[in-house]
Structures are given as structure tokens and as C-alpha cells.
């Protein structure tokens, strides 16, 4: 069992930035991808970036590439994702969420990923 808490979520103006953090505890030995998710009331939860064990590959959505950039310190069991030139449309609950295997696929669907944190809420105002 993982457990993952997010943190850093918060209200900004367009244009502005926030980093998430998400620290991981429990049986973390294993390998694991982590992922950045999405969700808005009424939507499917959408997957945002991910990133490799050793932090080798990342992938992105189309709607966050060149804002959002995602990366991990292993040593301190954490997990950022640095979202820049936040958009209106960036307004979500966003999850942490980690996959017991090296690697991330780069069509990557939250139904892959077996631990989920409890979200922290992104809200941008134009």
C-alpha cells in the first residue's frame, strides 16, 4: 500500500503559477510511475503528465505542454508538478496518483494507476 497527499493547490489569476507537491509513504520499494490527474464536477478525470521511476520520460497533454512541467526527488519521496501560465480552463481538483512499474505509457488513463491522493483544488479567475 501507497499513500500519496498532495499539497500547493490554491486560487490565481490567469498568467499566474503554482507548484504541487504530492509526498508519498508506505511500501515505496517498488518502482513506481507517478501521474498528475485532473478532474472538474460533472467530467472524467483527465490525465495531465507523468513521469518515469528515475525521471528519464515524461509525458504531457496537449492542453499543458510548454506550462506545466512535472518532476520527482526520489530521495525526499516527492512528486511536483510546476504549472505555469495557468489558464481558467486549468481550474480542477487535481490527483496524485503512482503505478507499480518503471515506466509510464505515454497514453497513459487513470484506470492504469492503482494509488490515488485525496486531490488539492486549482482554481484560476480571468
Known amino acids: 500500500q501507497v499513500e500519496l497527499v498532495e499539497s500547493g493547490g490554491g486560487s490565481v489569476q490567469a498568467g499566474g503559477s503554482l507548484r504541487l507537491s504530492c509526498v508519498a509513504s508506505g511500501n515505496t520499494n517498488r518502482r513506481h510511475c507517478m501521474g498528475w490527474f485532473r478532474q472538474v464536477p460533472g467530467k472524467e478525470r483527465e490525465g495531465v503528465s507523468t513521469?518515469?521511476?528515475?525521471?528519464?520520460?515524461?509525458y504531457y497533454a496537449d492542453s499543458v505542454k510548454g506550462r506545466f512541467t512535472i518532476s520527482r526527488d526520489n530521495a525526499k519521496k516527492t512528486v511536483y508538478l510546476q504549472m505555469n501560465s495557468l489558464k481558467p480552463e486549468d481550474t480542477a481538483m487535481y490527483y496524485c496518483a503512482a503505478r507499480p512499474v518503471p515506466y509510464c505509457s505515454p497514453s497513459f488513463t487513470p484506470d492504469e494507476y492503482q494509488f490515488w491522493g485525496q486531490g488539492t483544488q486549482v482554481t484560476v479567475s480571468s
Open positions: 513521469i518515469s521511476d528515475q525521471s528519464l520520460t515524461s
